[in-house]
């Protein structure tokens, strides 16, 4: 497009420490299903382009839905009477797409008919089940980024998501399950997920909360099962290392490069790397050829998460996780695929080697205070454990601790890794990212209870 590059040549002209160019046309669609009914089929179209500098880390930004006005924003993006810079030398790079079913190959019909057969077998598990509803949401993004490297970099992305809610009534006590299947894929995600299984495990777990009547509270050892995701290590962790907040003085990571601040088992992995995880990409927001990153290495902290500003405030590279939302939005650094790694241990002998406690097989919403650690999610599913057995289900339990202690406490990591997929909100932005845990264990933590 002659309008960016005419635009990047002018603000190579100026005296920025770095600048971008962010164009993005996106595809968006919605179809839910409620109680056998279309309720809800919407498509939508978006296009744009941000364009961003920087001097003396201050940022210079504006967008525009007009391809005519790029290069006229591009020029009044600050004042300057600088041309020192030599010409640009672009270097074009068309990142591979590896989407292997388009949205466009399937037909709306037929995604209507997969959805609607789905709801009918969720139905017919119990007839406790009173409510269904599922939504398929599909994104098809077309990025093209230029930077001051000279690189310009042409991605199209893709995003394919199914939501199952499901409400469960028994005398008056309704209980639900929830669960978000979602990747940087096309149809092919349905290929590699059962979907039918999943939804019958959602539906399990509601039922069963229905006859669930028991608490437990206190202090305990607790094993969180690798089908909990990794939520915990997203919030109580994962935004703490963000490297933006750790130069804003709201992380309490901060000034730990190279320090020990968790057991010698925990390796903690940041990868957007990975095929068909809803965080992944091949380049960064920015324009950064996304790489796998090591964020703490048996128990050292190695690396905080970077984007390009943040590197070079702390005179290191960028990570490649500047991320933004759309073209409106400048880029800020923000998790992808966050993960602890498997250690050896099997998750069944962990369970019989813990005498007391409780099984977390999977957890719900929560809240971290970053600057402190402390953390609260709540246990969406849980089993008391006792003498090495799972036992009974407990109802309407919290796990409450702080990040960097529970880093120090886990015991036992074992060989299995369970993803979780979502939308992660920062600064009135939202991003597709994904989390994962293998199963572990902490000897002790506070369980308290709704």
Same mark, same amino acid.
């Given at each position: 497009? +002659?309008?960016?590059?005419?635009?990047?040549?002018?603000?190579?002209?100026?005296?920025? &420490?770095?600048?971008?160019?962010?164009?993005?046309?996106?595809?968006?669609?919605?179809?839910?299903?409620?109680?056998?009914?279309?309720?809800?089929?919407?498509?939508?179209?978006?296009?744009?382009?941000?364009?961003?500098?920087?001097?003396?880390?201050?940022?210079?930004?504006?967008?525009?839905?007009e391809k005519d006005k790029i290069a006229e924003?591009? *020029?009044?993006?600050?004042?300057?009477?600088?041309?020192?810079?030599?010409?640009?030398?672009?270097?074009?790079?068309?990142?591979?797409? +590896?989407?292997?079913?388009?949205?466009?190959?399937?037909?709306?019909?037929? +995604?209507?008919?997969?959805?609607?057969?789905?709801?009918?077998?969720?139905? *017919?598990?119990?007839?406790?089940?009173?409510?269904?509803?599922?939504?398929?949401?599909?994104?098809?993004?077309?990025?093209?980024?230029?930077?001051?490297?000279?690189?310009? !970099?042409?991605?199209?992305?893709?995003?394919?998501?199914?939501?199952?809610?499901?409400?469960?009534?028994?005398?008056? *006590?309704?209980?639900?399950?929830?669960?978000?299947?979602?990747?940087?894929?096309?149809?092919e995600l349905f290929e590699e997920t059962d979907?039918?299984?999943?939804?019958?495990?959602?539906?399990?777990?509601?039922?069963?909360?229905?006859?669930?009547? %028991?608490?437990? #509270?206190?202090?305990?050892?607790?094993?969180?099962?690798?089908?909990?995701?990794?939520?915990?290590?997203?919030?109580?962790?994962?935004?703490?290392?963000?490297?933006?907040?750790?130069?804003?003085?709201?992380?309490?990571?901060?000034?730990?490069?190279?320090? +020990?601040?968790?057991?010698?088992?925990?390796?903690?992995?940041?990868? /957007?790397? !990975?095929?068909?995880?809803?965080?992944?990409?091949?380049? @960064? &927001?920015?324009?950064?050829?996304?790489?796998?990153?090591?964020?703490?290495?048996?128990?050292?902290?190695?690396?905080?998460?970077?984007?390009?500003?943040?590197?070079?405030?702390?005179?290191?590279?960028?990570?490649?996780?500047?991320?933004?939302?759309?073209?409106?939005?400048?880029?800020?650094?923000?998790?992808?695929?966050?993960?602890? =790694?498997?250690?050896?241990? *099997? =998750?069944? &002998?962990?369970?019989? @080697? #813990?005498? %007391?406690?409780?099984?977390?097989?999977?957890?719900?919403?929560?809240?971290?205070?970053?600057?402190?650690?402390?953390?609260?999610?709540? !246990?969406?599913?849980?089993?008391?454990?006792?003498?090495? %057995?799972? #036992?009974? /289900?407990?109802?309407?339990?919290?796990?409450?601790?702080?990040? /960097?202690?529970?880093?120090?406490r886990i015991d036992a990591v074992c060989d &299995?890794?369970?993803?979780?997929?979502?939308?992660?909100?920062?600064?009135?932005?939202?991003?597709?990212?994904? @989390?994962?845990? /293998?199963?572990?264990?902490?000897?002790?933590?506070?369980?308290?209870?709704?």
């Amino acid at each position: 497009m +002659k309008e960016l590059i005419k635009a990047a040549e002018i603000l190579n002209s100026y005296d920025f &420490d770095l600048w971008d160019i962010f164009y993005e046309m996106s595809e968006n669609s919605v179809i839910s299903i409620e109680n056998q009914k279309v309720e809800q089929f919407t498509t939508g179209f978006d296009c744009g382009t941000g364009i961003r500098g920087v001097k003396d880390y201050n940022i210079y930004y504006n967008f525009t839905t007009e391809k005519d006005k790029i290069a006229e924003i591009a *020029k009044n993006l600050i004042k300057s009477d600088n041309d020192k810079k030599e010409n640009l030398l672009i270097k074009k790079i068309k990142a591979k797409n +590896k989407i292997k079913v388009p949205h466009k190959y399937i037909k709306s019909k037929k +995604k209507i008919e997969m959805l609607k057969d789905l709801d009918c077998f969720i139905r *017919k598990i119990d007839s406790k089940i009173k409510q269904v509803k599922l939504v398929l949401s599909e994104k098809a993004q077309h990025v093209k980024i230029i930077n001051d490297t000279g690189s310009f !970099i042409e991605e199209n992305r893709t995003y394919t998501s199914l939501i199952i809610f499901i409400v469960a009534f028994k005398n008056s *006590k309704i209980e639900t399950g929830y669960s978000v299947i979602s990747g940087s894929a096309g149809y092919e995600l349905f290929e590699e997920t059962d979907i039918k299984k999943e939804a019958k495990r959602v539906a399990e777990s509601a039922l069963k909360l229905l006859d669930i009547d %028991k608490k437990i #509270t206190g202090l305990m050892t607790a094993v969180i099962s690798a089908e909990a995701g990794g939520t915990m290590i997203h919030e109580a962790v994962g935004h703490s290392l963000e490297a933006d907040l750790v130069q804003k003085e709201v992380s309490v990571f901060k000034g730990k490069i190279g320090e +020990k601040i968790a057991n010698d088992i925990i390796t903690v992995i940041e990868d /957007p790397t !990975i095929p068909l995880k809803r965080g992944s990409y091949n380049y @960064d &927001d920015e324009g950064v050829k996304s790489k796998k990153n090591i964020l703490i290495e048996n128990g050292i902290l190695k690396s905080y998460i970077h984007s390009r500003i943040t590197a070079k405030r702390d005179g290191v590279l960028s990570t490649g996780n500047g991320r933004r939302e759309s073209f409106r939005h400048v880029p800020i650094p923000r998790m992808s695929n966050i993960y602890i =790694a498997p250690g050896k241990g *099997k =998750a069944e &002998d962990l369970i019989k @080697d #813990t005498k %007391k406690g409780i099984f977390i097989k999977k957890m719900g919403g929560g809240q971290v205070n970053t600057v402190t650690g402390d953390f609260i999610f709540e !246990i969406k599913e849980g089993f008391a454990i006792e003498n090495g %057995k799972i #036992t009974y /289900p407990v109802r309407d339990a919290t796990l409450l601790g702080n990040g /960097p202690e529970i880093l120090k406490r886990i015991d036992a990591v074992c060989d &299995d890794l369970g993803f979780e997929s979502g939308t992660c909100g920062k600064d009135g932005q939202g991003i597709p990212v994904s @989390d994962a845990q /293998p199963t572990i264990r902490v000897p002790e933590i506070l369980i308290g209870s709704k």
